[in-house]
């Protein structure tokens, strides 16, 4: 005689699988059914940007403190305390310095999150290995030259009306050759590093586990434009930010949009600095503009086709 409830096994059961317990036909009540699954948590991304938010401010506060503390040692009166230390800040040592103190907030914040969660820290922060190999981040890196024209198309028309922040010329116009390289490796470096750690690593990770890519990706890069503060960097920083989302979730790891970040970064600000020292010209040739928007044009196409072609799950081998 046929048994409908044995019959329906496997004629070899999975070793691996967790035991079978079968209910009693007697009384179907006894059944052990396995708990249900925990649906991941999105609170956590909402919660770890405004920690980090005022990691910066107490990071700032200690950093200025201690900038107070040297200039008043160094002779320095009260009265010209407000003066002085405008001029302190904007110094290309102090202003990488300070800089440097927000980074390691943010990336210090990223960290603490990441091994606070039960999910093991290099998966939780997309410290993995790319899906896509050097040759496909580079194209994707090329790629970047469309969202980066945007955003700064975007600066210099919100420019127009409201003037940018003054600081920053401040500090290029006391630059020196000699802080040039530092100043190039931390801009790049750092935020490179620390912002996509937290940014694209816990905070998108994790919104990808309950929200579609759009979703996920959008909300990521306005948060990460927002956190940028001032106007101009706020509307820069959005369609990089996108571009940035998108290669990390089809790469499955931050890896590429760190060297993307670091790259957008570091060359616009050596492009910066060859103009002040004279080493570009301020108004580059036309034909050499041609061939970095065919190239970035060109790029950006190849970028969208790489990762949209096939919807694989992302690589997440550490």
Known sequence: MNDPLHSSLPATPNPYAPPLVLPALADSSSAILPPPARRPRVWPAFVVLPVAFVAVIIAQVIGIVAVVAWYLAQGGTPQGLQAGLLDLVTRPALFIGLGLLSQLAIGGTALIAGWLSPVPLAQRLGLL??????????????????????????????????????????????????????????????????????????????????????????????????????????????????????????????????????????????????????????????????VLGTVGVGAFAASLWLMFRTNQPPHLTP
């Open 129 to 290: 290995r790319p899906a896509v190999d050097a040759s496909k981040i580079a194209v994707m890196t090329a790629g970047s030259l469309v969202p980066f024209t945007i955003g700064i198309a975007l600066a210099y028309a919100l420019a127009e009306i409201i003037s940018p922040d003054p600081s920053v010329a401040a500090m290029y116009s006391k630059m020196t050759v000699g802080w040039a390289l530092p100043f190039v490796l931390f801009i790049a470096l750092a935020p490179g590093f620390c912002e996509e750690l937290l940014f694209r690593g816990y905070v998108q990770r994790r919104l990808l586990e309950r929200w579609n890519l759009w979703a996920a990706v959008l909300v990521t890069s306005l948060l990460f434009a927002v956190f940028h503060i001032m106007p101009h960097a706020v509307v820069f920083a959005f369609p990089v930010g996108i571009w940035l989302g998108l290669m990390a979730a089809k790469s499955g790891s931050i890896w590429p949009g760190v060297i993307c970040h670091a790259s957008i970064n570091g060359l616009w600000n050596v492009w910066q600095l060859g103009v002040k020292f004279e080493v570009f010209s301020a108004n580059p040739p036309l034909p050499l503009l041609v």
